[in-house]
T-cell receptor
Framework: AQSVAQPEDQVNVAEGNPLTVKCTYS??????LFWYVQYPNRGLQFLLK??????LVKGSYGFEAEFNKSQTSFHLKKPSALVSDSALYFCAVRRKGGATNKLIFGTGTLLAVQP | GAGVSQSPSNKVTEKGKDVELRCDPI?????LYWYRQSLGQGLEFLIYFQGNSAPDKSGLPSDRFSAERTGGSVSTLTIQRTQQEDSAVYLCASSHPQGGGPDTQYFGPGTRLTVL
């Protein structure tokens, strides 16, 4: 069975400081990994995905994520947080070669960036 | 171009009533997904349509839930005899198969369902 864990319900960071939102996964075989962001009263927006190759993936709005196979992690990072980054972040996994494209999502992490 | 649209944006209904939620995917996207977002539970997969293939219904929580996709485009999610635990935001997503990797799913704004 596939699963995603986001161990932090909320992450607080000061504007200008680096941020990390944690994600670990469990999947049989190799994973595809995704990060989505949800701003208040809006749908989910795609940020980035890991397919294969370079473990560091760069995405929208200056975000990046690092795939670590040994630790089964895919943490989301940004060098310098903005107040406008405050939102709900979801990590998701899909097994390579799976029968369907359905994504398994984590429970989400609320990022709060203080000015 | 236009993104995924969903209607209604909000729906309040009484326990026991049936509801229909609509999703218009991005034009040309062959895959369509329904998810449910409940408070504190993240997103839960419900059902997946891909072209003319049989849908993956493995996420539907009970036989009160059903969905169809007409003409390979618009989809309707129907919940019969609604219960209070059905209250959630129902999200639709669509994607187009890409060679060499997974599709990127694009989400609509959701329908917030409240069952009184």
């Amino acid at each position: 069975a596939q699963s995603v864990a986001q161990p932090e319900d909320q992450v607080n960071v000061a504007e200008g400081n680096p941020l990390t939102v944690k994600c670990t996964y469990s999947v049989s075989g190799n994973p595809y990994l995704f990060w989505y962001v949800q701003y208040p009263n809006r749908g989910l927006q795609f940020l980035l995905k890991y397919i294969t190759g370079d473990n560091l993936v760069k995405g929208s709005y200056g975000f990046e994520a690092e795939f670590n196979k040994s630790q089964t992690s895919f943490h989301l990072k940004k060098p310098s947080a903005l107040v406008s980054d405050s939102a709900l972040y979801f990590c998701a996994v899909r097994r390579k070669g799976g029968a369907t494209n359905k994504l398994i999502f984590g429970t989400g992490t609320l990022l709060a960036v203080q000015p | 171009g236009a993104g995924v649209s969903q209607s209604p944006s909000n729906k309040v209904t009484e326990k026991g009533k049936d509801v229909e939620l609509r999703c218009d995917p991005i034009s040309g996207h062959t895959a369509l997904y329904w998810y449910r977002q409940s408070l504190g539970q993240g997103l839960e997969f419900l059902i997946y349509f891909q072209g003319n293939s049989a849908p993956d219904k493995s996420g539907l929580p009970s036989d009160r839930f059903s969905a169809e996709r007409t003409g390979g485009s618009v989809s309707t999610l129907t919940i019969q005899r609604t219960q209070q635990e059905d209250s959630a935001v129902y999200l639709c997503a669509s994607s187009h198969p890409q060679g060499g990797g997974p599709d990127t799913q694009y989400f609509g704004p959701g329908t917030r369902l409240t069952v009184l």
